[in-house]
């Protein structure tokens, strides 16, 4: 029997079929109470799906029943693809074997590690990509069942700001020892080298003058890598103006193609790229060391493409070789200063790029390798609009 009132809004209330409860009680259900609950929970589920951090509710075997929007683009999968898996998906080696353990042990003991604690963690997204986050998990029950609530943060921007942080601490005590080097080792370098070239014009006997250059070359290089040193520790502020950067970039290809170590490689421009601003001779200086980087890569031979575009708002510089490409376990190092896979080198030639590239708001990355090649990308504001791409061996 229902009995409805005429006027809005107030309770309507049905009386249902008895439900036998505790022996006796018949169950009446206030349909006003029940659209309210109805209110409720599309509150709760709104509250879910807009939260920016991602929100996964698995069952006791470890199972996802619930995948909010936050967590479809953090791991990159769709709800549909993972509801019914296992969570371990979502986790590296060697947590995703060894998950469903957690669970069993805590449900056996009661003894909680990460459950109402939270801790810091590794996440897989769908593309096999690792990336740092932040776990807490809450436990309730649901009909009686035990259920575990993960809210999943990504951590990556932090993680890349503390290491910046890191870098910038020794970066500012490297300074602190160039300056030194500096005014220690860099000036009398130039006196000592001075005196050889003034000792090696007296010389006449061919063997003693190719000793002396050889002790000269080697001097050469100790003040390239000095200088090399107090531009990366203490690289000067960027005197900003319009610079254009197609034709920087062809001007310096050219006059490297000068150089008898180009001679056995092609080099090939391509497109355009629009004014940027920044400071023409620290550009220069990334430029050369990207080039020079490439032409190593390829012992000298092969070809090597500059390619450059625009595109929201930044101009890009693509330098591609056609080397053997980079290897897995040199990738995460770089950019490292002082790593070098050469037998004579400084480590600083990628690292200086960065720091350029970084004076400037732009930023250096590998945006292809593999046994045809690499390519490494330079990016910086944009200054005026881009002009239409052209081709020019």
Not at 107 to 131: E, L, N, P, Q
Not at 346 to 357: M, Y
């Amino acid at each position: 029997m229902a009995r409805r009132s005429p006027q809005a809004g107030c309770p309507v209330v049905a009386t249902l079929p008895p439900v036998v409860a505790s022996g006796k009680i018949p169950a009446v259900l206030t349909l006003d109470r029940l659209h309210q609950s109805h209110e409720e929970a599309a509150r709760w589920r709104a509250i879910v799906e807009s939260a920016v951090d991602a929100i996964v509710v698995i069952d006791r075997r470890g199972r996802i029943e619930s995948f909010n929007p936050a967590a479809e683009r953090m791991f990159g999968y769709t709800a549909s693809e993972v509801l019914g898996q296992n969570v371990s998906i979502l986790m590296p080696s060697p947590h995703a074997a060894q998950h469903d353990g957690y669970i069993d042990r805590y449900m056996a003991t009661g003894i909680a590690r990460i459950i109402g604690i939270g801790r810091d963690i590794d996440g897989r997204r769908k593309d096999g990509s690792i990336f740092p986050a932040h776990l807490s998990v809450g436990e309730l029950a649901i009909e009686g069942e035990a259920k575990f609530t993960g809210i999943i943060r990504d951590l990556t921007d932090r993680v890349n700001l503390e290491q910046r942080l890191r870098e910038e601490a020794g970066l500012a005590r490297v300074g602190e020892l160039a300056a030194v080097l500096a005014h220690e080792v860099k000036n009398p370098l130039a006196a000592v080298s001075g005196a050889m070239q003034i000792l090696a014009q007296k010389l006449t006997a061919k063997e003693d003058r190719e000793i002396v250059d050889e002790a000269l070359s080697r001097l050469d290089a100790l003040s390239a890598m000095m200088t090399d040193l107090l531009l990366f520790a203490r690289p000067p502020k960027p005197r900003l103006a319009a610079v254009d950067v197609t034709g920087l970039v062809e001007s310096l290809v050219s006059f490297l193609r000068m150089d008898a170590a180009w001679h056995t490689a092609t080099c090939r421009v391509e497109g355009q790229a629009p004014i940027v601003l920044a400071d023409a001779e620290l550009l220069k200086v990334a430029l050369q060391n990207l080039l020079l980087n490439a032409l190593q890569a390829m012992d000298g031979r092969g070809q090597l493409t500059v390619a450059m575009h625009h595109a929201g708002g930044m101009v890009h510089i693509d330098v591609t070789d056609s080397g053997t490409g980079i290897a897995p376990d040199v990738h995460p190092r770089l950019f490292t200063p002082f790593f070098t896979t050469k037998a004579r080198g400084t480590g600083l030639g990628l690292a200086t790029v960065r720091r350029i590239a970084g004076a400037h708001r732009g930023e250096i990355s590998v945006i292809a390798t593999g046994p045809s090649g690499t390519t490494m990308r330079l990016s910086l504001p944009s200054h005026h609009q881009t002009t239409d791409s052209s081709v020019r061996a």
